[in-house]
């Protein structure tokens, strides 16, 4: 299976992201991360979905400074 097309873990997803796990599981229970699914007892993210969260949290750069 290709790295590309298997689900993350939610070790993986924290570190892509750079935040401590503790984080990314308080973002799931407020349902302000990204979009996971519940594989059995374990929590699973899809890469693209990941990035496409990531992306739509982009800021713009501040102007006039």
Request: proline share 6%.
């Amino acid at each position: 299976m290709n790295t590309q097309d298997r689900l993350w873990t939610l070790k993986e997803t924290a570190e892509f992201l750079g935040i401590p796990q503790n984080t990314l599981y308080q973002m799931n229970w407020k349902g302000t991360g990204p979009r996971s699914y519940k594989v059995g007892r374990h929590r699973r993210y899809e890469p693209a979905a990941v990035r496409a969260w990531l992306s739509e949290r982009a800021s713009e750069p501040e102007r006039g400074r």
